[in-house]
C-alpha cells in the first residue's frame, strides 16, 4: 500500500485544527451561559482544599480546559482572593475536570458529528436570543470536536502499515519512560492534554497503540499540558509563578507514582475493559479518570507539604494587591454602630491608598510603557470596584441602625467619598488606555508635553492624597489647601490645552497625539475634581 503523506497530514492536522476550535469554542460557549459566575465560584467555593478540588472540577467541565482554570487560579491568587493551599486544591481538581472531554469522546458519537454541526448553525444563525446563541456554540463545537477527531482518525490509519511506527510503539511498551517523553513532547507541541488524549484515543481504537505503550503516553500527556500555565506565569508575579510550579510537580509526583505501580494499574485497566465491556476509547477515558482521581487523593493530604516546597522553590511575597476588605466586620454593625462606623472609614482609606498608588503606576506606564505597570493598575482598580461593592453594602447596612447626628453626617461623607475614590480608579484606567492606544499606534509626544504632563500627573497625586488625609484627621486646614491646589489643576488644565493648540499650529505634534494628550489631561483634571470632593465633605461643604 503506497503512503500519501500530503493526505495523511493534511488530514490530520486539519483535523487537529478543527478539534481544537471545537474545544475552544464549546469552552466560550459554556463559559457565556455560565456568565461571571465562575471566577465568583472560585472565590467562594474554595474555603477548604475538598472544596477547592470540587471547584476546579466544576469550573473546568465548564471551560473545556484545565489550563483556563488554572490560569483563572492564578489570577485569583495574584489579587489576594485565594491564597496558595487553596490554589493547589482547584489546580487538582482541574485535573479531574479535564478528564471529562475524554469521556465525551469514549462516548463515540463520532457518525453524528456533522448533523450536530449543521444544528449548531442554525441555533447561531437563524435563532436572535443571546441564551440560544450560547447554546448554539456549545453544540457546533461540540460536533466541531468529534468532526476534528474522525478527520484526525482518518489521517492516522494509513500508520498501521508503517514499520517504523510499528517499531515506535514495541519500544514505547517495554520502556515507559520513551512513552511518557513522547506524551509530554506532544502535548507541548499540540498545547492541549485534551487534544492529545483524544488522539491517544484515535490511535488505541484502530490498534496502532497498545494498552501497554498507551498508559505511558497518558501520563506524559498529563505533564505536558502544564507548559501552559508555565508559559502563563513566565514575568508574572510570584504567586503566579508557585501555582504553575504546583501544577508540574503535582503531575510529576503523579507520574512517578504511576510509573512504579504501572504493572498493576494496567492490570486494572485490562480487568475492567473486560467487566464493563470497554471501547478502546471509553478504555482510555477510564485510565485518564483513574490516574487522575487516584493521583488527587493520594497527594490532597499533602497539600501543605506542596505549598512549603514550591514556596522554597520561589521565594517572595505571594499577592501583590488584597482584593478583600480588611476591616469590614458585621457583627459591629448590630453590637456598636460607632466601631463599624470607624472600620468603614478604615477601608474607605485603604480603598483610598490603593487609588494613589493606582495614579502612580499610572504614571510610570505612561513614561516608561512596562507591562507590569498597566497590569498593576488593572489589578488596582479591580480591587477599588471590589471594595466599592463591599463598603456601600456594608454602610447601607449601617444605615439601618440608630446613628447619632455626627455619626449620620460621618455616614454620608464615607458614602461620598467611596463613591469619588471609585471615579478616580476609572480615571486611571481611561488613562492607561490611552497609553495603550499610544503604544500600539506608535503615537509621539513631544518631550515637553510629556514634562508637562508629568508635572501634572505630580500635582494631581499630591492633591489626592491631602485629600484623603484631610479625611483620616478630620483636617479642615488641609481640606482647603486641597481645594486650592485644585484650582491650581484647573489652570494648569485651561494653560496645558493652549499650549497644546500652539504646538499643532507649528507642526510639532500630530492630531492623534494631541487627542491622546488632552484626553490625560481632562482625566487628571477630573480626578482633581473628585479629590476636592472629598476635601469639601471634610468642610461640610455642598
Partial sequence: MELNVQQMLFEFLGGLGIFLFGIKYMGDGLQKSAGDKLRDILDRFTTNPLMGVLAGIFVTVLLQTSTGTTVLTIGLVSAGFMNLRQAIGVIMGANIGTTVTAFIIGIK?????????????????????????????????????????????DGMKPLRGLEAFHDLTVSMSSNPVLGVVIGTLFTVLVQSSSATIGILQELHAQELVNIYAALPILFGDNIGTTITAVLA????????????????????????????????????????????????????????GIFNITNTIIQLPFIALLALIVTKLIPGQDSVVEYKAKHLDPVFIEQSPSIALGQAKEEVLRMGNLATTGLEETKEYLNKKQ???????????????????KITDYLVQLATSSLSENE????????????????????????????EYQ?????????????????????????????????????????????????????????????????????????????????????????????VNIAEAVLGEE
Fill in 109 to 153: 458519537i463520532s457518525d453524528y458529528a456533522l448533523p450536530i454541526i449543521a444544528v449548531g448553525a442554525i441555533l447561531l444563525f437563524f435563532i436572535k436570543s443571546k441564551k440560544i446563541h450560547n447554546l448554539g456554540q456549545i453544540v457546533f463545537g461540540f460536533g466541531a470536536l468529534f468532526y476534528g477527531l474522525e478527520l484526525m482518525g
Fill in 233 to 288: 506565569s513566565i514575568g508574572a508575579t510570584v504567586a503566579a509563578r508557585r501555582a504553575a510550579a504546583t501544577h508540574v510537580l503535582f503531575n510529576l509526583i503523579g507520574t512517578t507514582i504511576f510509573l512504579l505501580l504501572l504493572k498493576p494499574f494496567t492490570a486494572l485497566i485490562l480487568q475492567l475493559k473486560g467487566t464493563l465491556s470497554l471501547n478502546p476509547e471509553m478504555t482510555i477515558a477510564f485510565a485518564h
Fill in 371 to 389: 507591562m507590569k505597570n498597566s497590569q498593576m493598575a488593572s489589578q488596582l482598580e479591580d480591587a477599588i470596584n471590589n471594595l466599592d461593592r
Fill in 408 to 435: 449620620s453626617s460621618e455616614h454620608t461623607v464615607l458614602m461620598d467619598t467611596v463613591r469619588d475614590i471609585e471615579r478616580i480608579g476609572d480615571h486611571f484606567e481611561n488613562i492607561i488606555e490611552l497609553a
Fill in 439 to 531: 503604544q500600539a499606534n506608535k503615537v509621539k509626544i513631544t518631550e515637553s508635553a510629556m514634562n508637562d504632563l508629568n508635572e501634572m500627573f505630580d500635582l494631581t497625586i499630591s492633591t489626592v492624597k491631602e485629600a484623603l488625609s484631610s479625611l483620616d484627621h478630620n483636617d479642615k486646614k488641609l481640606a482647603h489647601l486641597v481645594i486650592e491646589k485644585e484650582e491650581k489643576i484647573d489652570k494648569m488644565e485651561r494653560t496645558l490645552r493652549k499650549q497644546h493648540i500652539l504646538r499643532l499650529n507649528e507642526g510639532l505634534c500630530s492630531g492623534q497625539a494631541g487627542i491622546v494628550y488632552v484626553d490625560i489631561v481632562s482625566n487628571l483634571e477630573r480626578i482633581g475634581d473628585h479629590a
